[in-house]
């Protein structure tokens, strides 16, 4: 059963640190877009 699509975009700012952006393609993936967000947070 498909739930649904986390696309994460990496992006390298002009100080050379990297940036990313998360996007969901339904509500119903959301608990897993938070996860990946405060894991990348720690890196």
Known sequence: ???GT????IFKNS???VDFKINT????????SYV???TL???
């Open 41 to 43: 947070k720690l890196y």
């Open 15 to 17: 100080n050379d640190d």
């Open 6 to 9: 986390v696309t994460i975009s």
């Open 25 to 32: 393609d339904n509500d119903d993936v959301l608990p897993v």
């Open 1 to 3: 059963m498909y739930v």
């Open 36 to 38: 990946i967000e405060d």
